[in-house]
Nanobody, 115 residues
Framework: QVQLVESGGGLVQPGGSLRLSCVAS????????MGWYRQAPGKQRELVAG???????NYADSVKGRFTISRDNVRRRVYLELNMVKPEDTAVYYC?????????WGKGTLVTVSS
């Protein structure tokens, strides 16, 4: 059974930092591209950042220079470092694992940016 479990969400002040973590089980982690998506209230889910099996990364324009995605294949984890957060970063953040055939999702972790 495939499981992706996110953690690290919470309340953070504007300009602050947060680190999200996602641990995967039930898949050969190193063979999957990983991504972080987010969904704000009343909006569609959007890609925040992705990292390939080879370590190449891509980011949404809205988070470039502020967020960093990384992965640890030994620990089967993917991380998202959020820096200089803004109120518009408030959303549920979801971890995604994908290969050419399958797509898996975690249940999400809530990030609230507010003073």
């Amino acid at each position: 059974q495939v499981q992706l479990v996110e953690s690290g969400g919470g309340l953070v002040q504007p300009g602050g930092s947060l680190r999200l973590s996602c641990v995967a089980s039930g898949i050969i982690f190193r063979l999957y591209a990983m991504g972080w998506y987010r969904q704000a209230p009343g909006k569609q889910r959007e890609l925040v950042a992705g990292i390939t099996t080879g370590g190449s990364t891509n980011y949404a324009d809205s988070v470039k220079g502020r967020f960093t995605i990384s992965r640890d294949n030994v620990r089967r984890r993917v991380y998202l470092e959020l820096n200089m957060v803004k109120p518009e970063d408030t959303a549920v953040y979801y971890c995604n694992a994908g290969d050419n055939a399958m797509d898996y999702w975690g249940k999400g972790t809530l990030v609230t940016v507010s003073s």
